[in-house]
């Protein structure tokens, strides 16, 4: 018995005498379309009035204290406004989530920009008249896309910036939205088995969701980070947010407010991701770490192979191509790993004749596209293949050569590159 107290004492266990509070995971709750999400299935104000005070009683019951975005063009009548008060009046934040729900990646950032402006003035308008909330604080882009390009991306931070709005990121990103056309359609017909099938799927998908993003932050950072999950205004939410929080709670979560989550060191890491679809943080990230290790791999390979070239040795510099590689130059074309050695050996037939290769690079470019999770969620896949361009000089004690070379490359495992197809002029 004594071995086993001092055993627990070292793994930190007990603590003078009693056992130690477990460390439950912060969880900031965001709630995305207010007033409602899916408006025109919600048309009648008895039915929106409904929805409101059925999330505001799950919230209260949970002692949470959440985060709502809001669309201003869901704000269809007067009364709406009525139901946003509701939300200050329970202690809950509003933020802004655009006008017009618009799609950044299809839409000129000149646009955009003025659209999510729209939303905030209105919002802003609003709380001032309400005067239970000072500011704006959080905007959150509609699907998550926060541009295409890193020109997009740069004119709405730079916009965001100068409005003193924070850009309100997700890491659980879950697909609650889409159990909503079902549910609705299951309560109105009164199919009570319809109901729960979408109940199961709901919570099976929610669990998924949120096990796998933990994972992936407490991944990056080496610890457990905070959370923040997403959710939408909608009588599904309505049903089922109730279980769906006590399961949190039973499982190592507590709710937390924006400010402290977002105090957490994790949410200060930069990341400069773009692409057509939005995804959480903690991918964005995810895929900025990985970008990095490609680009460092192939700088690598290009090292290695002046390294080796300026060693005279042709075999370790051809050993980076791919077994059936492509060799391109203005005398024709080259095709397999051995012939291109051969080609480099019958050119160069000493050291002498090599001269001192350096390359100077012009642009790494990575392919990596979307992949989708189990549930419909897209993420950022694995990077599967870069183009390198780079000027090449041979030095030479009376003279020097250049020119210029394209690579394509692919990945080899363990770390390593090789190259597929090399232009050389």
């Given at each position: 018995m004594?071995t ?6 070292a ?20 709630v995305?379309?207010?007033?409602i ?7 009648e104000?008895k ?5 409101t005070?059925g999330?505001?009683a ?20 007067a009364?709406d ?22 799609d950044?990646?299809?839409t ?6 003025a ?9 802003a ?5 309400d ?7 959080f905007f ?11 020109e ?12 003193g ?8 990103d ?7 056309e ?8 009164g ?6 099938s ?16 933990e ?24 049903a ?6 006590t399961?949190?709670?039973h ?7 924006a ?5 957490d ?25 990985r ?20 060693k ?13 590689a492509?060799?391109v ?19 160069y ?6 001269g ?10 990575l ?15 694995l ?11 041979l ?31």
């Amino acid at each position: 018995m004594r071995t086993l107290i001092i055993l627990l004492f070292a793994l930190g266990v007990l603590n003078t005498g009693v056992f130690a509070a477990p460390v439950l995971r912060p969880v900031l709750v965001t709630v995305d379309d207010l007033p409602i999400a899916s408006p025109g299935k919600h048309r009648e104000m008895k039915d929106r009035d409904e929805i409101t005070g059925g999330l505001l009683a799950v919230l209260e019951k949970h002692h949470i204290r959440a985060v709502g975005l809001v669309v201003w063009n869901n704000v269809l009548r007067a009364r709406d406004e009525e139901l946003l008060a509701r939300w200050l009046r329970a202690g809950h934040e509003l933020g802004n989530h655009s006008f017009g729900h618009l799609d950044y990646t299809a839409t000129d950032s000149t646009v955009y920009v003025a659209d999510v402006e729209h939303g905030r003035a209105e919002l802003a308008a609003f709380l001032g008249r309400d005067q239970r909330q000072e500011a704006v604080r959080f905007f959150r882009f509609p699907y998550l896309r926060e541009g295409d390009t890193p020109e997009k991306l740069g004119a709405m931070r730079r916009y965001l910036d100068a409005s003193g709005q924070r850009n309100l990121t997700v890491t659980i990103d879950d697909e609650d939205w889409s159990y909503e056309e079902g549910w609705v359609a299951a309560r109105k017909s009164g199919d009570q088995a319809a109901m729960d099938s979408i109940a199961t799927d709901y919570h099976t998908a929610l669990r998924m969701e949120t096990a796998d993003h933990e994972s992936r932050g407490d991944d990056l950072f080496g610890r457990p980070v905070p959370q923040i999950l997403l959710l939408h205004a909608n009588s599904v939410g309505v049903a089922q947010w109730d279980r769906l929080f006590t399961w949190l709670e039973h499982t190592g979560h507590r709710f937390a407010t924006a400010d402290e989550v977002l105090a957490d060191s994790a949410f200060a890491a930069p990341h400069a991701y773009v692409g057509r679809y939005g995804c959480s943080l903690w991918h964005r990230l995810l895929d900025g770490r990985r970008r990095a290790k490609a680009r460092a791999a192939v700088q690598q390979l290009l090292d290695d192979s002046a390294a080796n070239w300026n060693k005279g040795d042709l075999d370790a510099f051809c050993a980076d191509y791919a077994e059936d590689a492509l060799f391109v130059s203005p005398s024709g074309t080259t095709r397999g790993r051995q012939a291109v050695l051969d080609r480099y050996k019958k050119k160069y037939v000493d050291k002498t004749g090599m001269g001192t290769l350096g390359f100077e690079l012009i642009e790494i470019r990575l392919t990596a596209g979307m992949e989708a999770s189990v549930l419909g969620s897209a993420r950022p896949a694995l990077v599967q293949g870069a183009s390198v361009a780079a000027r090449w000089t041979l030095t030479y004690p009376d003279h020097n050569a250049t020119g210029l070379t394209l690579l394509v490359l692919r990945p080899r495992g363990g770390g390593r590159w090789e190259i597929l197809q090399d232009s050389s002029m």
